[in-house]
Each structure stands twice: as structure tokens, then as C-alpha cells.
């Protein structure tokens, strides 16, 4: 079995700057909101060069989708999605599901701070919907594709299935800045529940 290459020490390094500007970029979007936030307040906040931030980030912009990638670990997306094929669909979405939103409770301060900035200002909303949301949409189409032809979900149309997974977790994330009592009380027993109604339905079960 092919193992994987332990990553060197500037390599570590360079992650745990990374790492380090993303958290602090994080509190500062929280703070002060997007727009008011500077690359000096973050690179501050980081403890590092104004000019380090540079060297790995373009633009506030691009810190912003980096923050919302890691929440929705969107790096780690694929390899799921390629493991989530030979197991067990429902399980799969489940576990998924979970994980991405003990990401949002523990970013919710700064989502509270951003996500309106992104829905009212065009050009945010049309590059977040390029870079995240369509990302997004495209590998789990391609998920869903992969399983209709293996014969483990039904045939369906995969583009609007995708949507309707993305709405539903947009829709939470809505609630919960919102500050709906019921989700923020049960919101670990949303996956499951969420799993039950996509996978068995709302019909009553007959009992034999």
C-alpha cells in the first residue's frame, strides 16, 4: 500500500501560517464585518507582514473563500465523495452533513458577520457563487451520478437533487443566524432526520 509523505517542517510551517492568517481573518470578518475589515487589521490580528498575507491570498476576497471552504471542507470534498462511493449512501450524507455543520456552530460568529455582505453586494455574490456554490454542485452531481449508474439510488435528475441539498443547508445555516430556538436546541439530530425524510419519506410505514 502506497503511504503517504510525512509533510516537511517548512511545509508544516507553512500550513500553520495559513492556518493562522485564516483563524485571524476569521475573528476580524466577526468583528468588524467584511467590509470594514482590512488585510492591516488581519495581518495584525495574525501577528504577521502585511506582505505575508500576499504571498498566499490575492485579495479579502479570496480570504473570505478560503474561510468558507474550510468550513465546508471543501478540500477534503473529493477524496469523501470517492470513499463515499463504496459505502453506504445514506451513511455517507449523514456523516457529511454532520461534519460541515459542526463547522458552521463553531464559525457561526463570523458567518453572522459575512454571509449578509455576500448576498447584498453583486460582485461578492456572483464570485462566491463561481467558486464555492458551483464547486460544490459539480462534484456532488457527479456523486449522484456515479450512483444511479451503480444501481444504489434511483434514477434522478442529479442537477436539481444537488440543489435540493444545497438549499436545505443554506436554509439551516439561514435559521440558525436567525436565531431559531427549536434548531439551535435539537441541531445534532438534523442529519439523521434530514437522512430519514430524503431516504424513506414521509408515508407512514406499513407494518406487516
Do not use: C
Request: aromatic fraction near 8%.
Amino acid at each position: 500500500m502506497e503511504q503517504q509523505s510525512t509533510p516537511s517542517r517548512r511545509e508544516r510551517q507553512k500550513q500553520e501560517r495559513q492556518a493562522r492568517i485564516l483563524d485571524a481573518a476569521a475573528a476580524i470578518f466577526a468583528e468588524k464585518g467584511y467590509h470594514r475589515a482590512t488585510i492591516r487589521d488581519i495581518a495584525t490580528q495574525a501577528d504577521v507582514a502585511d506582505g505575508t498575507i500576499y504571498n498566499y491570498y490575492e485579495s479579502k476576497f479570496d480570504l473570505l473563500i478560503a474561510i468558507l471552504s474550510r468550513i465546508a471542507e471543501l478540500e477534503q470534498l473529493p477524496a469523501e465523495l470517492m470513499a463515499g462511493l463504496q459505502g453506504d449512501v445514506r451513511g455517507f450524507f449523514v456523516t457529511a452533513f454532520q461534519d460541515r455543520m459542526d463547522r458552521i456552530e463553531q464559525g457561526e460568529e463570523m458567518l453572522q458577520a459575512v454571509l449578509p455582505q455576500v448576498f447584498v453586494h453583486s460582485e461578492l455574490r456572483e464570485r462566491f457563487y463561481r467558486q464555492y456554490v458551483q464547486r460544490i454542485a459539480r462534484l456532488l452531481e457527479a456523486y449522484v451520478g456515479a450512483q444511479v449508474e451503480a444501481g444504489t439510488i434511483r434514477p434522478i435528475d442529479a442537477e436539481l437533487l444537488t440543489r435540493l441539498v444545497q438549499a436545505t443547508f443554506v436554509g439551516l445555516l439561514v435559521l440558525r443566524i436567525l436565531g431559531d430556538e427549536p434548531l439551535h436546541q435539537r441541531w445534532d439530530a438534523v442529519p439523521d432526520l434530514w437522512a430519514a425524510v430524503m431516504f424513506e419519506g414521509l408515508s407512514p410505514r406499513n407494518e406487516a
